[in-house]
């Protein structure tokens, strides 16, 4: 990452929370309600991104879905509006493609 706060406000509208922890070799750990966590450390120069990489975070419902697209205010690089099926892809502060969707669960 490459501005922390810009990445943790990112992340804190998408549903984690401000119980934020420092780590001993400076990562931030951010979780959110459901125990998920995500570390947010200093960017790499040299990293590369694997040719797939998926993060996703599921909605309630499609209107939540694009809510939160409006609340992040985020670049939407891709969108899908079905019947069954609502995405956005944002980016986050340092360009990581992020899915924001709504689809009905599966049946049990």
């Not at 990562?27 to 991104?49: C, S």
């Not at 985020?74 to 340092?94: G, I, L, T």
Request: glycine share 6%; charged share 30%.
């Amino acid at each position: 990452m490459t501005d922390e706060d810009a990445s943790r406000s990112f992340y804190e509208r998408l549903g984690f929370d401000a119980r934020a922890e420092r780590m001993d070799d400076g990562v931030l750990m951010l979780w959110d309600a459901t125990g998920f966590q995500l570390a947010l450390g200093p960017a790499d120069p040299d990293a590369r991104l694997p040719a797939f990489l998926h993060f996703g975070r599921r909605y309630a419902s499609a209107d939540d879905v694009r809510a939160a697209v409006s609340d992040l205010g985020a670049e939407v690089v891709e969108a899908w509006d079905e019947d069954a099926y609502v995405s956005r892809k944002v980016r986050d502060p340092d360009g990581y493609v992020v899915e924001l969707f709504w689809e009905p669960l599966p049946r049990a």
